[in-house]
């Protein structure tokens, strides 16, 4: 009887290692996953690159709170918390995904519209050229005068 | 559906699933108090950014309005060099409004109204406005510009010098290896002069207005050097008038100008520019026995700075001095133009 019950606690304890009794396994939520790069864009648009680092700020914040789930998955034992911790850690991860979409399209209307240092010197002068033009259409409309 | 659009969606649902406020993702509600705080704060700085995004696809204003004194030495560009002082108040405002996230479009208004303490028959005001201007900027290295241009121009005391014309114009950037540019532009007007008729070979009035037609290719060669923008731009025009007497206002005209701006500190930057302008009357005739129709070449020598008090007002001084030689010696000339300009943009 007591190798009968040794045996079924076996084949449990290896059925385990391959089906979760109270739902899947998230197949990424073991996995240590480096926090998100900052993104590096060049653009003319102050809210848009706050926006950015605003958004980017909320990645790097639930990745942290992820980190510390799969800490304390790693160390926990109680089968009941460590199926709450992957529901966490999944419910994380699809924030995780919405706010790194918004991140994307961010930075694809940054990269879309960047601003270079030739257009800041250009912006710089073109009061003074609509100046220098206004003078030459001045000065030739009086030399057409002349008969 | 795009990934922008899938996004939003994405997102709004996200938003409206009943998540943010003071609502406890059931996710959160065996961990710390403050992991679901940081995501409720996180959801709402996501709804504010899309808020903020949607207010920044809403019209944005813009004005420059300045008021310059200056002193010509010879206003009338005469042989007599008679110097008179000047005042020019001028407007420039900017409507625009993000039609797509490369496409803008503008709207701009320009006006300007010169007198004169002596020269009244320099006096003179110009209104242009350009109801359509499209701006696309495809990334880094492009920026293409199109519109059209409608501007009227009136002498009260030289109606033969009023005039109203319509120029539409297309111009290309490209930026070149992070600090070089290269750009073309091409405009074309026609230009109705509403008080002036034009003449015939004989040198009679006809009944129809003078109006003349011009083309205008201008290409610029220029880099961004430490804190300096060096630029050469040629340009090339070809003027055509409907006034048969001696073809008296066709001419080609070619021109080039080298320039440079320099932030000499945070506050103050410099501009300096020489400029040759050749222009060859087809036809028109010069005093003397000689069959070379009249050239004229113009060279001009610019220095002007401009210094920002702060984000909304700016001081402009410059100096300009103009030299005219031609081949038809009433003609020449020299004017030195001093200007101080007080800006306010806002």
Redesign the interface.
Known sequence: MKKSLLRLEAALLLSSLFFCPLGGLPAHAEEEELPPQEPVVATE?E??KE?IA??HQ?LL??HQ?MA??RRTLMAETNEVRKA?LY??I???RK?YN??Q??L???V??A????W????E??K??R??E???E??Y???E??????Q | MN??S???G??AA?LAAGLLGSQV????Q??APS?AE??VA??R??QQ??E??RR?KRLRVSW?ISQLVGYESN???GPDHIGDTYFEQ?V?GTFSKKLA??ITWQGIY?G?Y?NYVEYGD?D?M?HTLTPVKLLW????MW?VDTGADFNI?Y?PR?K??NYRDLKPFVGVRQ?LW??W?QTARYEWFIRDYISKQARDGNSAETLSNRVDTRHRLRYEL?T?WQEA?LKVKQEWYSHDSNDARNDF?DAQDYKVTA?V?R?LTEKF?A?A?YSFERKNYEHRPVTGITAEARY?DTQTW?V?G?YDFNNTWSF?P?F?Y?F?DSNEP??EYV?T?ITG?L?ARF
């Open positions: 648009d809210v848009l926006q605003q958004v909320g914040e639930i709170a510390k789930r709450n529901a966490e999944d419910g994380l924030e919405l706010l979409d918004l994307f399209e961010l694809d209307e990269t879309a519209t960047e270079t240092k030739i257009d010197a250009l710089r002068v009061r003074f609509r100046y220098q206004r003078a259409q001045k000065e409309n009086l030399r057409e005068r002349q | 990934a922008s899938r996004g939003r994405w997102l996200w993702p059931a996710f959160a065996e961990t992991t940081v995501v996180i959801k700085r996501a950014i899309l903020e995004r920044a420059d206003p009338a560009n001028s420039y996230p490369t320009s300007s010169d320099g003179y110009s900027q495809p990334g880094r920026r121009t002498y030289s033969g010098s930026n992070g600090t540019f220029g961004t923008l206002y320039s701006n932030n930057s501009n520019s004229d610019t002007a401009t402009a410059s300009s103009k005219l009433t003609g004017d133009t300009t800006s």
